[in-house]
């Protein structure tokens, strides 16, 4: 079955350290997000991608990094510039352009603790 | 601009007790729309969508209907169970690729 896979879902970080979250799809979608969402909150949009070698930095991008190698793979990096990496990190995908009518498709998420 | 204004939670409901939840949109153009839930310790599944004006979209008993004249996407359900219980997200999709996410309710059902 297609879908989207975010590994891993409990990563446990020191200050100071870069980590990256993985994010990979098999549905053939062109484009992908990252989401960041606190306890209580609604979703903030970190960066995002809408072809490969391509992506563009949403409302929060300050402290993250992100690559678009290919097309089935999104990785984010939290680097030690971001303040308050503690959340709940969400990655999505969807069609293009032309798939205005259907949602994203999202993956269950990593839960990101600095310690 | 296109954003999403989302009935403020918590709300809590007795079980088989009939359930809205508002959500009104601003968009530019003419938007789909979509709910979403989010169940504890997972990521948002698509419960229902609407491409298009007068549209119902429904799943699993909940309804949502398009309404432009209003810029309404109420979320309904007229028997909740206890398994209904997660955060519902009101979401449209614009022109382009990226979503407009409501700030979430979160729904507790009790027994």
């Known amino acids: 079955d297609g879908g989207i896979t975010q590994s891993p879902k409990y990563l446990f970080r020191k200050e100071g350290q870069n980590v990256t979250l993985s994010c990979e799809q098999n549905?053939?979608?062109?484009?992908m997000y990252w989401y960041r969402q606190d306890p209580g909150q609604g979703l903030r949009l970190i960066y995002y991608?809408?072809?490969?070698?391509?992506?563009q930095k949403g409302d929060i991008a300050e402290g993250y990094s992100v690559s678009r190698e290919k097309k089935e793979s999104f990785p984010l990096t939290v680097t030690s510039a971001q303040k308050n990496p503690t959340a709940f990190y969400l990655c999505?995908?969807?069609?293009?352009?032309?798939?205005?009518?259907?949602?994203?498709?999202f993956g269950s998420g990593t839960r990101l603790t600095v310690v | 601009g296109n954003s999403v204004t989302q009935m403020e939670g918590p709300v809590t409901l007795s079980e088989e007790a009939f359930l809205t939840i508002n959500c009104t949109y601003t968009?530019?153009?003419?938007?789909?729309l979509f709910w979403y839930v989010q169940y504890p310790g997972e990521g948002l599944q698509l419960l229902l969508k609407?491409?298009?004006?007068?549209d119902k979209g429904s799943n699993k008993g909940f309804e949502a209907t398009y309404r432009k004249e209003t810029t309404s996407f109420h979320l309904e359900k007229g028997s909740v169970q206890v398994s209904d219980s997660a955060v519902y997200f009101c979401?449209?999709?614009?022109?382009?690729?990226?979503?407009?996410f409501g700030t979430g309710t979160s729904l507790t059902v009790i027994p």
């Open positions: 549905l053939n979608h062109d484009a």
């Open positions: 999505a995908s969807s069609m293009g352009q032309g798939g205005a009518n259907y949602g994203y498709t």
């Open positions: 968009a530019t153009g003419y938007p789909s």
């Open positions: 991608s809408q072809i490969v070698n391509d992506f």
């Open positions: 979401a449209l999709r614009g022109t382009g690729n990226q979503f407009y």
């Open positions: 609407a491409t298009k004006a007068d």
